[in-house]
């Protein structure tokens, strides 16, 4: 099984900073890709923020590109996600998440989620 602890979430002010880690554990020998997504109040969905793939490629939003930072340790399967410039429109639960390559098969495992609120 693969497990995921997220930290870093909170209340932060318009204009602040959040830096959020995520740690998996587990069955993840053969990583693809590691992220995290956001599900904003009263939405049914979850959006992608940012991911980061084995190979370093990263993918972002258009809503945080150029305010945030997706990296990662791969020593201690770690990910991290910087986001500066916070807005209220910012805030939701976020979700980490990591996908596993086993065989032909792919499968994603979730985090439990941080709650990350702007507001003065």
């Known amino acids: 099984q693969v497990q995921l602890v997220e930290s870093g979430g909170g209340l932060v002010q318009p204009g602040g900073s959040l830096r959020l880690s995520c740690v998996a554990s587990?069955?993840?020998?053969?990583?693809?890709?590691m992220g995290w997504y956001r599900q904003a109040p009263g939405k049914q969905q979850r959006d992608l923020v940012a991911?980061?793939?084995?190979?370093?490629?990263?993918n972002y939003a258009d809503s945080v590109k150029g305010r945030s930072t997706i990296s990662r340790d791969n020593v201690q399967n770690t990910v991290y996600l910087q986001m500066n410039s916070l807005k209220p429109e910012d805030t939701a639960v976020y979700y980490c998440?990591?996908?596993?390559?086993?065989?032909?098969?792919?499968?994603?495992?979730w985090g439990q989620g941080t709650q990350v609120t702007v507001s003065s």
């Open positions: 991911r980061i793939f084995s190979n370093g490629t990263t």
């Open positions: 587990g069955s993840i020998f053969n990583i693809n890709s």
């Open positions: 998440y990591v996908k596993v390559v086993r065989g032909r098969y792919e499968y994603n495992y």
